[in-house]
């Protein structure tokens, strides 16, 4: 087995929030600090997407701070979807969730819409596909599984090229791109009950209308075991070098 070096493409402009992102990203997928180079958008927007060829690799993060839909704003949009169409292409192992979810979505020629008032926001329970019993990160994950989900954006049907793996009411939440080892996830497989509870705290007046709100929200918050396994899996696949 070898011992990989990952690169987190990262879209976070809160320094508390770049912090604990790697950090839970490291410790639900077993790795050590030096094995994880950081990429942040905010202090390097525009980019070559072939950084990301020398790593074993690549995580794509969540943000609060920015939107796919708006690529005029955020440069870095166009960058991200780059990097990603190039990890597809040379077949490098991709583990984008959320913002990362989504960036996967738009460049595979599928659709995200926006949701001003209404959208999932919890430790909310998610069903699987048949396909799902066969997939190298989802095989052992229950249906009904409990998973993180705060999101303002979605999809509702898979891009093409791509095989549903995870899903709610609302949205699609999981699936792998056909023929490459790239799986997207708009939940969050990194996050834990506690620190969900940190995170969401940072842009609470973001998500939530007061302290009460955001009190009784975080208390219907629970563990989520089945989704931080996810990370381990694919951290697993790329030493084993078996996720195809």
Same mark, same amino acid.
């Given at each position: 087995?070898?011992?990989?070096?990952?690169?987190? /493409?990262?879209?976070?402009?809160? *320094?508390?929030? $770049?912090?604990?992102?790697?950090?839970?990203?490291? $410790?639900?997928?077993?790795?050590?600090? @030096?094995? /994880?180079?950081?990429?942040?958008?905010? &202090?390097?927007?525009?980019?070559?997407?072939?950084?990301?060829?020398?790593?074993? =690799?690549?995580?794509?993060?969540?943000?609060?701070?920015?939107?796919?839909?708006?690529? &005029?704003?955020?440069?870095?949009? #166009?960058?991200?979807?780059?990097?990603?169409?190039?990890?597809?292409?040379? $077949?490098?192992? !991709?583990?984008?969730?959320?913002? *990362?979810?989504?960036?996967?979505?738009?460049?595979?020629? @599928?659709?995200?819409?926006? %949701? +001003?008032? &209404?959208? +999932?926001? @919890?430790?909310?329970?998610?069903?699987?596909?048949?396909?799902?019993?066969?997939?190298?990160?989802?095989?052992?994950?229950?249906?009904?599984?409990?998973?993180?989900?705060?999101?303002?954006?979605?999809?509702?049907? !898979?891009?093409?090229?791509?095989?549903?793996?995870?899903?709610?009411?609302?949205?699609?939440?999981?699936?792998? !791109?056909? @023929?490459?080892?790239?799986?997207?996830?708009?939940?969050?497989?990194?996050? %834990?009950?506690?620190?969900?509870? +940190?995170?969401? *705290? !940072?842009?609470?007046?973001?998500?939530? &209308?007061? %302290?009460?709100?955001?009190?009784?929200?975080? =208390?219907?918050?629970? #563990?989520?075991?089945?989704?931080?396994?996810?990370?381990?899996?694919?951290?697993?696949?790329?030493?084993?070098?078996?996720?195809?």
């Amino acid at each position: 087995m070898i011992r990989p070096r990952l690169l987190l /493409v990262q879209i976070r402009d809160t *320094g508390a929030v $770049r912090r604990e992102e790697v950090e839970s990203f490291c $410790r639900h997928g077993g790795l050590e600090r @030096g094995q /994880v180079d950081v990429l942040n958008v905010f &202090d390097r927007p525009v980019f070559d997407p072939g950084v990301a060829a020398p790593y074993e =690799a690549v995580l794509v993060g969540g943000a609060s701070e920015a939107s796919v839909l708006e690529p &005029d704003r955020f440069a870095f949009v #166009e960058s991200i979807v780059e990097l990603i169409r190039g990890c597809i292409d040379r $077949r490098q192992p !991709v583990f984008a969730s959320c913002f *990362g979810f989504q960036a996967t979505v738009v460049g595979l020629g @599928g659709s995200v819409i926006r %949701d +001003e008032v &209404d959208f +999932e926001m @919890g430790t909310i329970p998610l069903s699987v596909t048949e396909t799902a019993a066969s997939d190298p990160l989802y095989g052992a994950v229950p249906d009904g599984f409990l998973a993180v989900s705060c999101h303002r954006e979605r999809t509702t049907e !898979v891009p093409p090229g791509c095989t549903l793996l995870a899903f709610s009411e609302a949205c699609v939440h999981s699936f792998r !791109v056909d @023929g490459a080892p790239c799986w997207g996830f708009q939940f969050h497989p990194e996050l %834990d009950r506690a620190t969900f509870i +940190e995170r969401l *705290g !940072v842009f609470r007046s973001g998500y939530t &209308d007061s %302290d009460d709100h955001y009190a009784q929200t975080v =208390a219907r918050f629970h #563990e989520t075991p089945e989704s931080n396994g996810l990370v381990a899996r694919f951290v697993e696949g790329v030493r084993a070098g078996s996720l195809g």
